[in-house]
């Protein structure tokens, strides 16, 4: 039988992960150490490397949770490699859901043993996100380039286009957010967290314009991203 917590899938996935921590740790050594060689303000690198390290503390507990949650049908090693590269819970969990239920299997609390079934699942998150491996290398210079002008152009203008760009990558994932409002006050969930989310991030925007409270510019998507996290945890017992 198919075990998808084998040994040999832990040793492969933990050998890709420390092979993409030992690349983050030597661009980042390489980086600090040419900053310092051209003379940059090295307070400022060093606060910049702390504010970003926090930044990143958030992201991290919803793609931990996002592991667990894929490791109740995809056994640990998949998860763990495929959202510690990647990090798009976003995309990983429709993309593994999707195709289990396209195969037939609608129960996702159970570990699969299907080698077939696996073996899809894994090709199709591969291969869904494998296109933005070609499109950036390729692309991303004459965007890039295209913005620049805009903003150049008018600067109003081109913080209005990075906006609607932005906006755009987001609406993406908003049928994730109201595709269950039918289903009663349960399936209005995702929309109470995401209004929560938002008025924290109001209040951070208020406290750093108002009361001049400059520290939090750099750690309101953090904050607003955690006190979402924990408001989810809170009212679903409450609803479901």
């Known amino acids: 039988m198919f075990n998808p917590n084998s040994t040999f899938l832990f040793i ?97 609390s159970e570990t699969i043993t299907d080698p077939e079934v696996y073996t899809a699942i894994a090709w199709v998150m591969t291969l869904g996100i494998f296109p933005g491996l070609i499109w950036v ?36 994932f908003l049928g994730m957010v109201f595709a269950d409002i039918r289903e009663g006050l349960a399936g209005w969930i995702p929309i109470f967290v995401l209004l929560f989310s938002a008025l924290l991030m109001g209040v951070c925007g208020l406290l750093v314009k108002k009361c001049n409270v400059k520290w939090l510019e750099n750690y309101a998507l953090p904050v607003s991203m955690l006190g979402a996290m924990v408001f989810a945890a809170l009212i679903t017992p409450m609803i479901v």
Request: proline share 4%; charged share 15%.
């Open 137 to 172: 290398p390729l692309f991303i210079r004459k965007i890039q380039g295209g913005l620049m002008k805009i903003k150049n152009k008018d600067s109003k203008w081109g913080d209005i286009v990075m906006t609607a760009l932005f906006l755009g990558m987001i609406s993406a």
């Open 12 to 108: 492969a996935a933990g050998a890709v992960i420390l092979f993409v921590i030992a690349q983050s740790v030597f661009f980042l050594v390489r980086a600090y150490r040419r900053g310092k060689a051209l003379g940059m303000d090295m307070k400022q690198i060093r606060k910049t490397i702390i504010s970003t390290a926090v930044f990143t503390f958030a992201p991290a507990v919803s793609i931990l949770l996002g592991v667990i949650t894929l490791s109740q049908f995809l056994g640990l090693p998949l998860p763990w490699l495929r959202l510690s590269v990647i990090g798009a819970i976003t995309y990983e969990l429709p993309a593994a859901t999707t195709t289990a239920n396209a195969l037939g299997i609608t129960q996702l």
